[in-house]
């Protein structure tokens, strides 16, 4: 299965992976990142050994995307992006949901222990 494939096929998948790694944290960072005239919350893991990186993104107008990001054997990085379903979107727990809203409206990080996130 190429990243594309578990992108786009298991996204559900890798945000319970993803709630699952940061709720376990002693402390998690949503951080407010921008980019020309785009803006929104993220949460990240990050899979050192491999090089990977699966992260939680708000939109604006509640637009939540999963983001994989990956060096391949030439040490090139590459990223992919899916919108998140209904569906999908529901598997996140609503503190997080709420969390990230604040971030995106306050457009300002926070820090905060990960057991807070699961409420």
Not at 42 to 57: A, H, Q
Not at 90 to 95: A, D, E, L, Q
């Amino acid at each position: 299965m190429t990243y594309e494939e578990l992108v786009k096929n298991h996204a559900g998948e890798m945000i319970e992976k993803l709630v699952t790694d940061v709720v376990s944290k002693d402390a998690v960072e949503i951080r407010f990142e921008f980019e020309d005239n785009d803006q929104w919350s993220v949460i990240s893991m990050f899979i050192y050994e491999e090089d990977k990186e699966i992260s939680l993104r708000l939109h604006a107008s509640e637009r939540y995307e999963i983001y994989f990001g990956y060096y391949d054997d030439e040490d090139e990085f590459f990223e992919i992006t899916q919108s998140l379903t209904p569906e999908e979107i529901k598997i996140i727990p609503k503190g997080l949901q709420k969390l990230m809203k604040k971030v995106l409206e306050d457009e300002q990080g926070m820090r905060l222990p990960g057991n807070f996130l699961s409420r």
